[in-house]
């Protein structure tokens, strides 16, 4: 079954930087587009990045020259390097695979907080 395990989310001072990481596993398709979405208490999931598997990029503009997407087709593992963090990026970052046909389900997400 197919499964999606977070990393690397904690507790960072405004302007730090935290690198997540998501690793895909039991997958029976090859991946097509990877990303990240959050959630912060009270408001709904947003998407803050994708890449496809030829590597192109897509960024809310909020996290625009921030935050940076990348992947390892190899490992089935999508990262995301996030620089000069500020406190409405707290949330609950989960990542989000899609293969050749459907989304695969979320994971457990991974928590961060940027204190001010």
């Known amino acids: 079954q197919a499964q999606l395990v977070e990393s690397g989310g904690g507790l960072v001072q405004a302007g730090g930087s935290l690198r997540l990481s998501c690793a895909a596993s039991?997958?029976?398709?090859?991946?097509?587009?990877m990303g990240w979405y959050r959630q912060a208490p009270g408001k709904q999931r947003e998407l803050v990045a994708t890449?496809?598997?030829?590597?192109?990029?897509n960024y809310v503009d909020s996290v625009k020259g921030r935050f940076t997407i990348s992947r390892d087709n190899t490992k089935n593992t999508v990262y995301l390097q996030m620089n000069s963090l500020k406190p409405e990026d707290t949330a609950v970052y989960y990542c989000?695979?899609?293969?050749?046909?459907?989304?695969?389900?979320w994971g457990q997400g991974t928590q961060v907080t940027v204190s001010s």
């Open positions: 989000y695979v899609r293969d050749i046909f459907r989304a695969l389900p």
């Open positions: 039991g997958l029976r398709y090859s991946i097509d587009v």
């Open positions: 890449i496809t598997k030829l590597h192109q990029t």
